[in-house]
C-alpha cells in the first residue's frame, strides 16, 4: 500500500512540472517587459525614452498577466497532459472542456441558490471572477483537482470502442460523455465544501505565518531534503501559487501566492518594495551560492592524482547550478555516498532563507544567476534590496565550504575524487567515457539497458529534468556499478519497482535514444 501510494505522489509530483515550468516563462517575459518600462531605468538609459520600447514592454507585461490570473486552466489541462498514460492531447482537450462545464455549472447552481454576491463586492466574499464567470475562489485547486480527475476517468476509458453506428462515440468522445454527470455533481458538491475548506487553508497560512523563521527554516529545509523523492516541489507550489504564500491587492486585482504577488508588483510602478511573501521564492540562495562552495570543497579534498578529473566533473555542476538553479547533478555525487553532506546542505539551505527574511531581502532568487539578474537589476536596489541577497549569499558560500571540508576530511567522507585506489572516479565525461572503451557512439541505450536488467525487465519509461523515471519487473537485477562506471550515470534511486537513474539535463536524450533502441517510441507522447 505504501509504495502504490508513493508511486501515486511520484507520478503527481512529475505531472506538476507540466504547468509549473511554464510559469517562470511568463514571470521572465514579464521582467522582460519591465526593463523597457521602468521608470528609474529609463532616466538613467534615455534610449529607452520612446514610444516603440515603452509600448513593447507594456503589451509584454499586459499580455503575460493573464496567464498568472487563469492559473486554474493552467494547471488543469498541464496535470491532465502530464498523468495521462496515452493520447495526451486528447487528455488536455478534454480537461479544458470539464473546466467550462465545471465553472458554468457551478455558478449556475450558485445561482440558484441565490448565495452569488454582488460583482462589485467580490473581495473578501471567497467569490472571484474566472473567465468571466462569478464562483467560489478555490484558485489553482480547482485545477489540481480537475486535472487529476480528468486524468483518472482518461485513463480508465479512453480505449473504450462501441460497434456500428455509435462507434463516433467511443474514445475520448466516452471519457467526455462520463465527466459531464461527474463534473457537474462535484461543481454542486463544491459549493457546499468549499467554504469550509477555505476556511481551513486560511486557518493553515495563519499557522504558518505565525511560526515566522522557524517556518520559513522548515520550507526551506524540506523543499531540499525531499529532492530524493521527487516530491520537492510539492513543498513549495502552494506557497507561490494559494493564500499560503499570501495575499494582496495590486492595481485593483486580488493576487493569491508569493510568485502571482511579485509577478503583479513587477508589472505595477506604484509599488515600492515588493511584499514580504517574496521570500518563499528566495529557494535560489543555496543554487547560486551555497553548492558552489560545496563543490570547491569537494575539489580541495579530492586526492592530488584526481583534480584534474574532478575539476572536469565539478566545474560544469557548479556552472549549471549557479546559472540555471540545477542542482542534482551536484546534490546526487553526494547524496548517497555521503547522505549527512546532504542533510547539512537542507538544513544550510533553510537557514540562509531565514537569514534573508531577517535582513529584509526582497530579492526575487527562485533559481540561478540569470533569474536574478532579470528579475531584480531592472527592478533596483529599493524594489528589491537585491545587495542582501548577495552578501547573504556569500557568507552561506563560506559557510558551506567550511562545513563540507571540515566534515569530509573529519569523517573521510567518500565524495568525488575520494574514492579507494580501486574504485574509478565516478561521473567522468562522456569524452574520456569513448576514449577507454573505443567506442565511438553517443547513444549509451545497449549499457543502459544490460544496466536495468535487460530489456524484459523494463515496464516503462518516464523522465524528469535530470533523471530516468523507470518502472521494472526485477529491481533487483539493476547493475548499479555498470550504470555509473559505463553510463555516466550520477545516482540511481530504487523504491520498489520505481527506479530513477539520474543522467543530468542530457536525460531526454538519453530516453529518447533509449526508447528507439527498445522499439517503443510510440509510446512518448510528450
Excluded at 96 to 108: C, D, E, P, T
Excluded at 303 to 318: F, S
Excluded at 398 to 411: D, E, G
Aim: charged share 15%; net charge neutral.
Amino acid at each position: 500500500m505504501k509504495q502504490k501510494v508513493m508511486e501515486g505522489l511520484q507520478k503527481f509530483s512529475k505531472a506538476m512540472f507540466v504547468p509549473v515550468l511554464i510559469l517562470p516563462i511568463a514571470g521572465l517575459l514579464i521582467a522582460i517587459g519591465n526593463i523597457f518600462t521602468n521608470a528609474a531605468l529609463i532616466e538613467k538609459v534615455p534610449f529607452l525614452d520612446n514610444p516603440i520600447t515603452t509600448g513593447f514592454g507594456s503589451i509584454l507585461s499586459s499580455a503575460l498577466l493573464p496567464v498568472l490570473t487563469n492559473l486554474g486552466l493552467i494547471f488543469c489541462v498541464g496535470i491532465a497532459l502530464g498523468l495521462a498514460n496515452k493520447k495526451k492531447a486528447e487528455a488536455a482537450f478534454t480537461a479544458v472542456l470539464g473546466y467550462l462545464v465545471f465553472i458554468f455549472a457551478m455558478n449556475k447552481f450558485m445561482e440558484l441558490r441565490g448565495i452569488l454576491v454582488d460583482p462589485e463586492s467580490l473581495r473578501g466574499s471567497g467569490q472571484s471572477l474566472v473567465l468571466g464567470v462569478q464562483i467560489l475562489d478555490m484558485g489553482v485547486f480547482l485545477g489540481i483537482i480537475l486535472g487529476v480527475i480528468i486524468a483518472l476517468v482518461h485513463n480508465k476509458w479512453i480505449d473504450t470502442t462501441f460497434n456500428n453506428a455509435f462507434q463516433i462515440y467511443g474514445g475520448a468522445r466516452f471519457v467526455f460523455i462520463v465527466l459531464i454527470p461527474i463534473i457537474v455533481l462535484m461543481a454542486v458538491g463544491f459549493t457546499f465544501v468549499w467554504p469550509v475548506v477555505q476556511s481551513g487553508i486560511n486557518s493553515l497560512g495563519g499557522v504558518i505565518k505565525n511560526s515566522g523563521n522557524f517556518g520559513i527554516f522548515l520550507y526551506g529545509m524540506l523543499e531540499r531534503l525531499l529532492i530524493p523523492t521527487g516530491l520537492h516541489h510539492l513543498i513549495y507550489t502552494p506557497f507561490l501559487y494559494t493564500s499560503l504564500g499570501g495575499t494582496a491587492e495590486i492595481g485593483g486585482q486580488v493576487f493569491e501566492g508569493a510568485r502571482n504577488i511579485y509577478f503583479a508588483e513587477i508589472a505595477d510602478p506604484s509599488v515600492s518594495v515588493l511584499a514580504p511573501s517574496v521570500i518563499w521564492d528566495a529557494r535560489g540562495i543555496s543554487k547560486m551560492f551555497g553548492l558552489i562552495g560545496a563543490c570547491l570543497a569537494m575539489y580541495h579534498t579530492a586526492k592530488p592524482e584526481n583534480k584534474m578529473k574532478v575539476k572536469a566533473i565539478l566545474i560544469p555542476a557548479a556552472f549549471t547550478s549557479f546559472i540555471a538553479g540545477v542542482t542534482e547533478p551536484i546534490e546526487f555525487s553526494f547524496m548517497f555516498v555521503s547522505p549527512i553532506l546532504f542533510v547539512i546542505h537542507s538544513i544550510l539551505s533553510g537557514l540562509s532563507m531565514v537569514v534573508l527574511n531577517v535582513f529584509g531581502s526582497r530579492a526575487i532568487g527562485p533559481n540561478g544567476f540569470i533569474d536574478f539578474l532579470l528579475y531584480n537589476l531592472p527592478l533596483g536596489i529599493e524594489k528589491t534590496r537585491w545587495p542582501v541577497y548577495i552578501i547573504v549569499g556569500l557568507v552561506f558560500f563560506v559557510l558551506y565550504y567550511v562545513i563540507f571540508r571540515f566534515l569530509i576530511t573529519k569523517l573521510n567522507l567518500k565524495t568525488i575524487g575520494r574514492e579507494e585506489a580501486s574504485a574509478e572516479t565516478k561521473l567522468y565525461s562522456k569524452k574520456e567515457y569513448q576514449e577507454k572503451k573505443g567506442n565511438v557512439t553517443n547513444d549509451l541505450s545497449p549499457l543502459i539497458v544490460d544496466g536495468l536488467g535487460g530489456a524484459s525487465n523494463i515496464i516503462s519509461i518516464d523522465n524528469c529534468y535530470s533523471r530516468l523515471r523507470l518502472k521494472l519487473k526485477e529491481p533487483e537485477r539493476v547493475n548499479e556499478e555498470l550504470l555509473k562506471n559505463e553510463t555516466l550515470a550520477k545516482g540511481i534511486i530504487a523504491n520498489g519497482e520505481n527506479v530513477h537513474v539520474v543522467y543530468g539535463l542530457n536525460v531526454p536524450t538519453i530516453r529518447a535514444d533509449l526508447e528507439k533502441y527498445l522499439g517503443r517510441e510510440e509510446r512518448s507522447e510528450e
